[in-house]
């Protein structure tokens, strides 16, 4: 059921994150990602990356924690939104509010760390529902996985330290229904 939920963000388990711009161009050409994650790029690059995007067909997510020369404020969402940005992952669920008020998709970033982290992220989404929530690291244990979904019922995608398509496979197998990848080698998986 969730990866029905999330077929706006891949068309398997894999999205493709991309770090540099040969990783972006390269994903683009992936008929196989509905969207991509952007974890590069600043005020100035980001308008002409967007319009790439859209010719492509794809939705591109902008991780606005690591977009550099935009407030992390009501105006830098304003503008973002304004600038054609339709999709957007943050670890600040104050400002995926405001994304989704502009009309945005909007995945929150959650580190899982400990329980205490665990109990944090449930208690942030009781008051705020993301249209998908990425875990990290992708390694996390299914039982927390599981606890997480119970509680919020939002899509959970896993992140950060995959390394191989077994470390795909296992996210997957812990309750994940899509993973964000980083190394090209794994987008075709």
């Known amino acids: 059921m ?3 939920q999330l077929t706006w963000l891949c068309a398997g388990h ?3 994150a991309c770090r540099t711009e040969a990783d972006f161009a390269c994903a683009l050409r992936l008929p196989e990602a509905p969207s991509l994650i952007l974890l590069f790029g600043d005020i100035n690059t980001l308008p002409e990356l ?3 995007a859209n010719a492509a067909g794809k939705l591109l997510l902008v991780h606005l924690d690591l977009l550099e020369g935009v407030g992390r404020d009501k105006a830098g969402i304003a503008f973002l939104a304004k600038l054609g940005v339709k999709g957007l992952i943050t670890t600040k669920p104050q400002l995926g509010k405001l994304a989704r008020q502009e009309g945005m998709r ?3 970033r959650m580190f899982l760390v400990d329980s205490e982290s665990l109990r944090t992220g449930i208690r942030i989404l009781k008051g705020f529902r993301p249209d998908a929530i990425e875990a990290l690291p992708a390694s996390t244990p299914a039982s927390v996985l599981a606890e997480l979904k119970e509680a919020t019922d ?3 995608m896993a992140g ?3 390394r191989s398509a077994d470390d795909v496979r ?3 197998a812990n309750g994940a229904c899509a993973v964000s990848v ?3 080698q794994l987008w075709n998986i």
């Open 154 to 156: 939002v899509p959970i």
């Open 14 to 16: 894999v999205i493709p």
């Open 50 to 52: 967007l319009q790439r």
């Open 160 to 162: 950060g330290l995959v």
């Open 106 to 108: 909007v995945i929150q």
């Open 2 to 4: 969730q990866l029905q």
């Open 170 to 172: 296992q996210a997957v």
């Open 182 to 184: 980083s190394l090209r």
